[in-house]
């Protein structure tokens, strides 16, 4: 049998292939795969407890401090009831300018508390995900995990492949920035 130039090349070119595919397929039987659950290790990690204990603390501080302006504006309006009748024209506009002015005040500083708690908790959510993504990347290198991905990337996967609870588990024995 003589096969021609071109003839090898499509021998050679079959062969290549039914080389990858089976070295594809046995990639496939020994390739390891993990899910991480992000959510659940911001909640149950030690670190993301802690990043959550500071969020509510700052949230608490910023609400106490909208609740007093807010008390303060509704004792200015009671005063100004009470007293509008004997008040002269002037006063009573003074007062209300005033009222106003807080009202502007309490919006104002809840507009920034608003914007400044979103940017605290993304930044703290943020630097837990780089920890945690690192661990999980450090685990993966040394595991031999062929692929990690965060569970809102995955559509469906089996139980068997969710890698949140031992990742939570080395997350707490490194102890995370927020411990």
């Known amino acids: 049998m003589k096969i021609g130039k071109f003839g090898w090349i499509g021998v050679l070119g079959v062969m290549a292939g039914v080389l990858v595919f089976s070295l594809s397929a046995r990639a ?42 807010g008390q303060e504006i509704e004792a200015l309006s009671e005063q100004m009831t009470r ?20 009202k502007y005040d309490f919006q104002s500083l809840q507009k920034k508390f608003q914007t400044e ?33 965060e569970k809102t990337a995955a559509i469906y996967y089996p139980t068997s492949i969710d890698m949140t ?9 490194k102890g995370g920035s927020a411990n």
């Open 28 to 69: 496939a039987d020994v390739a390891k795969i993990g899910v991480i659950d992000f959510q659940k290790v911001l909640t149950e990690s030690e670190a993301g407890k802690a990043v959550q204990g500071k969020i509510q603390e700052k949230g608490r501080e910023m609400e106490k401090s909208l609740t007093a302006l």
């Open 117 to 149: 708690f979103r940017e605290i908790e993304a930044a703290e959510v943020e630097k837990l995900q780089k920890e945690i993504f690192a661990l999980a990347e450090k685990i993966g290198k040394n595991e031999g995990y062929l692929l990690i991905i």
């Open 165 to 173: 609870a031992g990742l939570i588990e080395e997350y707490n024995k």
């Open 83 to 102: 007293e509008a009748m004997v008040m002269d024209k002037g006063k009573r506009e003074e007062k209300q300018r005033e009222i106003e002015i807080k």
